[in-house]
């Protein structure tokens, strides 16, 4: 699913990333750990395309996300690439406060240019799953934290993604709720063959996983 070779990322002097290779297959769960600053987020940043690693010419720098080089796609392709292949859930759900859960659920295919019956019935079906029809209509201020970040783990699932990639989803969750999406996460990998990359301080979710990738200094351990 998942090639990445000699990935290098600097801010100015300061080099956060030093040299990452990584291999994720089909249908893992990978969880990512490591202290602050260790470069977990700017990894997962750039595997995500929402960031490009510096000098991928000079370092070979390749990463590959299902059979497509993303670092020799232009922005506009990598937009198009991102929308179609990759979701996202952060820590902070990142909802718009002025949509409803339904209308939320639907942005990513809105993006994409699909039909509006075609994008509601799949947003419906997603809310169904998750056990959320009741909230359909309700806005995110009236939706508990937990109930948020299921509709924002719906929303990364709207297109199908072949990854989804997650930045400390339960950090801002109570431990019921955490643990509840924890388990989403592997009913997901288990039900429909989806992959994940979570960055995480929760070591109870980053013991779950398949693999547990720890990162120290700008690059993983081996």
Do not use: W
């Not at 080089?69 to 902070?92: A, P, Y």
């Amino acid at each position: 699913m998942i090639k990445a070779q000699n990935i290098h990322k600097k801010f100015g002097e300061l080099e956060v990333l030093k040299g990452v290779s990584l291999l994720v297959k089909k249908a893992e769960v990978i969880s990512i750990v490591g202290a602050s600053g260790a470069g977990k987020t700017t990894l997962l940043q750039i595997l995500g395309t929402l960031d490009r690693p510096s000098t991928p010419k000079e370092f070979d720098t390749k990463i590959e996300i299902n059979g497509i080089d993303v670092t020799s796609l232009n922005d506009k392709k990598l937009s198009k690439f991102r929308n179609e292949h990759i979701g996202f859930i952060f820590q902070f759900h990142q909802l718009l406060p002025e949509f409803t859960a339904l209308e939320n659920v639907c942005i990513p295919a809105m993006i994409a240019g699909k039909k509006m019956k075609q994008v509601e019935g799949r947003a419906q079906e997603l809310l169904k799953y998750f056990g959320m029809s009741h909230r359909v209509s309700h806005k995110p201020n009236q939706l508990s934290g937990g109930e948020q970040q299921r509709i924002a783990v719906a929303r990364a699932l709207m297109n199908q993604p072949s990854v989804v990639f997650a930045d400390e989803p339960s950090g801002n969750l109570d431990s019921k709720n955490a643990e509840e999406l924890h388990q989403l996460f592997f009913d997901l990998r288990d039900e429909f063959d989806q992959t994940f990359m979570i960055v995480t301080h929760n070591k109870e979710l980053a013991d779950m996983a398949d693999r547990k990738l720890e990162m120290l200094d700008g690059n993983l351990m081996r």
